[in-house]
């Protein structure tokens, strides 16, 4: 690592728009070998539009999925189609050399997705003498066996027979019928709990059985200590509230075996109806794929049969998130046009595509067929909430959320539509979503996801909440983009809304000048999108707060001039900023360098050289290490696009400057060995 030395006062200068920078004869003219990596990478990814005016990538997970998708068949009676070898293969080809399974790249021993990867390849037909079966056994055993799983992953090994319901978390379906105004009920966890929680609801209750092949079983790798795996210490409140929801979770169990339960019936109606009315106009129940998975298990436990309408619906947005490639199958968690579509838009833009080319106002014209236009789960848990937003997926109208509608806004003000028509329905979208954003703003100024309000941390303490995603906090990066967005439609630091959104930000920052990222991995995202959110609500960008967020991101430059973070850093915070290079993380060090007015510093200029210099023939670069956050210490994302429109940004915005204030060109030889 390079130290970071002593804070310096950088020039600040105006971060403008592209445009505004670049003539058309400069635009022209220049032919720099930034400007050809610049339109080379804005070519490939204009080349990957869709004709619709769309761009959607490959969304990948770890094999959690693929163990899932084929134990889901094997539920279903389908474990014997091709899909199921194909995905095999996949879970195979991702088992590292120990023996075991991981959630992300680099990352340590996953025991869950291990034990369901060494389930689903003994459900294949792998002989457990062979040595990968032999290394995969000892890798689960010395991680805990089955009793160190998650509790999502014992409910599953319950259904198949390898695994006592008794020692599972009671998930009763009567939450259904618990009134909203209780600080316990179904609207009172995140968004994407729901999901997962109803129809996995209806499995506890039915609690069914689908027997594997006596080959399948895997006995072996019980914990012989007779009982889950528990974090020992924490704090006295944690201990507190686990201790009493361990009890509560002993007393439904207890009057579950006594067979008590008089609201049953209704509770299970309830569930059922509340699963049918979110499938409407959706890529399956919360458009992601453990609510599919689940819906699927429950509503055929519910009497459902194979060939009915919406068991047959559900299987077809199950098999959209197939990808095969060679003799493998890969599942995706769901998919990302929506978000595809307006990074991939703003970054064209801010690279210098005309803002009234075609490519861009087909892709304005695809984003605003995707507004919301119907009430959701967000009006039930905030009646002031007004109709709108973006979503995520291709279809998911009760779920918008605030990071994509900020984003999708930011690139729509950007894109010049002539006809006058279309340019005043742009502006009541902007509108409606600018209305539907600042309803969501949580009491502390910050912005969530999903979810308004949804901060009551005891949740966490519950038994199956064990998957880190029981509420939906406000975060520094969805309130950061948030700021700079509304910025940019004219609000200031004189509106309530943006001076308590600003204050949250910088209530945030850390003793060394970072901030937490939820949605990208990790301080490196953070840290870009709070520099660049306080920057565009004016900011003095000298100030010694933004200038030692500067310092932390050149202090954490690697020796090739990029800059790297693994998903480890959830996990070890004092592993922050620590990682193999990235271009996406590169991307977003320099984008947070140049919001501090830092485009002249060597640590910039020898990251421009390191993508310069890792950029590929066809205009992209790669990503080995993922980048993208589903749920911190849980499960991570790898989105294939986000190396080439994060790079793509980066270089345009400093192409801008660099034109603009004369600053010379980057030798890129000398800066990426110097």
Not at 419 to 434: F, L, P, Q, S
Not at 497 to 517: C, I, N, P, R, T
Not at 654 to 664: F, L, Q
């Amino acid at each position: 690592m390079y130290p970071s030395g002593k804070t310096v006062a950088l020039e600040t200068e105006p971060v403008p728009e592209y445009g505004a920078l670049m003539p058309r004869d400069v635009l022209g003219a220049e032919r720099s070998h930034l400007r050809r990596a610049v339109d080379a990478a804005r070519q490939r990814l204009l080349a990957l539009q869709h004709d619709d005016g769309h761009w959607c990538a490959e969304l990948e997970g770890d094999t959690i999925l693929e163990s899932e998708y084929v134990l889901c068949l094997h539920f279903l009676g389908r474990a014997g189609e091709e899909r199921v070898r194909k995905a095999a293969n996949t879970i195979r080809k991702k088992q590292l050399a120990e023996g075991d399974w991981t959630t992300y790249p680099g990352g340590p021993t996953d025991v869950s997705a291990s034990v369901k990867a060494y389930l689903v390849l003994k459900l294949v037909g792998d002989d457990p003498s062979t040595p990968h079966m032999v290394r995969a056994r000892q890798a689960i055993l010395d991680a805990g066996g089955l009793d160190a799983c998650n509790s999502f992953t014992r409910l599953y090994l319950a259904i198949f027979g390898q695994y006592p319901w008794s020692k599972c978390p009671a998930v009763p379906p009567e939450l259904m019928l618990l009134p909203r105004n209780l600080f316990f009920n179904l609207y009172s966890m995140s968004s994407w709990s729901r999901a997962i929680f109803v129809p996995l609801s209806m499995i506890w209750a039915y609690r069914p059985f689908c027997g594997l092949p006596e080959h399948a079983q895997v006995p072996e790798l019980q914990n012989k200590s007779g009982g889950p795996v528990r974090p020992a210490g924490g704090s006295r409140r944690e201990r507190f509230w686990g201790c009493l929801f361990r009890g509560i979770d002993v007393f439904i169990k207890t009057i579950e075996a006594l067979r008590i339960r008089p609201f049953r019936r209704r509770a299970l109606g309830m569930a059922e109806a509340w699963i049918l009315k979110r499938l409407v106009k959706s890529d399956g129940l919360g458009a992601i794929f453990p609510p599919i998975i689940n819906t699927l298990i429950a509503l055929r436990c519910h009497g459902y049969s194979m060939d009915h309408p919406v068991i047959q619906e559900q299987m077809r947005e199950l098999e959209r998130l197939e990808i095969e490639a060679d003799d493998t199958l890969r599942v995706q968690p769901c998919m990302s046009p929506v978000w595809d579509t307006t990074l991939a838009l703003n970054a064209l833009l801010e690279s210098g595509l005309e803002p009234d080319h075609p490519a861009a106002l087909k892709a304005a014209r695809w984003l605003l067929a995707k507004e919301v236009r119907e009430p959701g789960d967000c009006q039930l848990t905030a009646p002031d909430v007004p109709i709108g937003g973006w979503y995520f997926e291709y279809q998911n109208e009760c779920y918008p959320d605030c990071d994509d509608t900020f984003e999708v806004i930011k690139s729509l003000i950007k894109v010049r539509f002539t006809d006058e028509h279309e340019a005043k329905e742009v502006g009541a979208a902007i509108e409606r979503g600018k209305k539907w954003v600042l309803a969501m703003q949580n009491p502390n100024g910050g912005w969530a996801a999903f979810d308004r309000d949804c901060t009551h941390e005891i949740l966490t303490y519950i038994p199956f909440a064990d998957h880190n995603a029981m509420i939906d906090p406000p975060t520094v990066d969805i309130t950061s983009r948030g700021l700079k967005t509304l910025s940019v439609l004219g609000m200031t630091r004189h509106c309530s809304s943006l001076d308590k959104a600003h204050l949250f930000v910088l209530s945030q920052q850390e003793a060394d000048g970072s901030w937490y990222g939820r949605w990208g991995c990790n301080y490196l995202y953070g840290t870009w999108l709070a520099l660049c959110g306080l920057r565009a609500l004016g900011g003095n960008m000298q100030e010694p707060r933004y200038q030692r967020a500067a310092a932390w991101i050149r202090g954490h430059q690697n020796p090739d001039g990029g800059w790297g973070e693994l998903p480890l850093a959830y996990d070890e915070p004092q592993k922050k900023g620590h990682g193999p290079s990235t271009a996406t993380q590169t991307a977003w060090a320099l984008m947070g360098l140049l919001m501090t007015g830092d485009y002249t510093s060597a640590a910039v200029r020898r990251g421009i050289a390191y993508l310069l210099s890792t950029q590929h023939a066809d205009g992209t670069w790669q990503d080995e290490s993922w980048t993208g956050t589903g749920f911190p210490k849980v499960f991570y994302l790898h989105y294939h696009l986000y190396a080439t429109y994060f790079p793509l940004q980066a270089l345009g915005l400093y192409e801008a400057y660099r034109v603009a204030t004369g600053v010379p060109e980057i030798d890129t030889a000398r800066e990426h060995v110097a």
